[in-house]
Nanobody
Framework: VQLQASGGGLVQAGGSLRLSCAAS????????MGWFRQGPGKEREFVAS????????YYTDPVKGRFRISRDTARNGASLQMNSLEPEDTAVYYC????????????????????WGQGTLVTVSS
């Protein structure tokens, strides 16, 4: 199964972008999908995740209230609506999927996701 991320681009601070992630296999089952990002000179970090069956969502504190993750059942993927973007949000954003269940505390751990997209660059200018 391959994941294809899209929707990145250049936006001014305060603007919005919507990232999308689609799976090559429409019938493959996920336990959760997530978005991670890696800024210049930084480690890859958790942004948001959604549990596939329940739709429960989880966010890192810096994006709470600004970003919203949702399931895209038509594409067996997930989208990330990003509002009120800040220059600190500049990063390559990766979608990821986990096919095996895990406790909520592990949803932020990139090592628990077994499928990854190629990344899409988001640049927020000040």
């Amino acid at each position: 199964v391959q994941l294809q991320a899209s929707g990145g681009g250049l936006v001014q601070a305060g603007g919005s972008l919507r990232l999308s992630c689609a799976a090559s296999e429409r019938t493959f089952s996920w336990y959760a999908m997530g978005w991670f990002r890696q800024g210049p000179g930084k480690e890859r970090e958790f942004v948001a995740s959604v549990k596939w069956r329940s739709g429960s969502t989880y966010y890192t504190d810096p994006v709470k209230g600004r970003f919203r993750i949702s399931r895209d059942t038509a594409r067996n993927g997930a989208s990330l609506q990003m509002n009120s973007l800040e220059p600190e949000d500049t990063a390559v954003y990766y979608c990821a999927a986990a096919s095996i269940g895990m406790s909520n505390s592990f949803l932020q751990d990139p090592g628990k996701y077994d499928y990854w997209g190629q990344g899409t660059l988001v640049t927020v200018s000040s």
